[in-house]
């Protein structure tokens, strides 16, 4: 299963790895910013990362997919 969308100016997946989900973030020059797994409850920690990386709005958009996933 993979999810891929835009959100901003960034270009996100959402793919099922090992039965883990592995979230891979891109921007609009095609540079990798961020490629982790999800854990089961992710941390403040990794949305800030995530944040401070994008945006607030690509934050929102993954933590949505990820709902619709569950």
Do not use: C
Request: no cysteine; proline share 3%.
């Amino acid at each position: 299963m993979n999810i891929m969308f835009d959100s901003s100016d960034y270009f996100v997946r959402i793919r099922n790895k090992g039965g883990h989900l592995k979230v891979t973030i891109w921007n609009n020059s095609g540079d990798k910013l961020l490629s982790d797994f999800l854990g089961p409850d992710p941390t403040a920690q990794f949305w800030n990362s995530v944040e401070k990386l994008t945006n607030s709005t690509v934050v929102e958009d993954i933590k949505k997919y990820i709902r619709k996933l569950s």
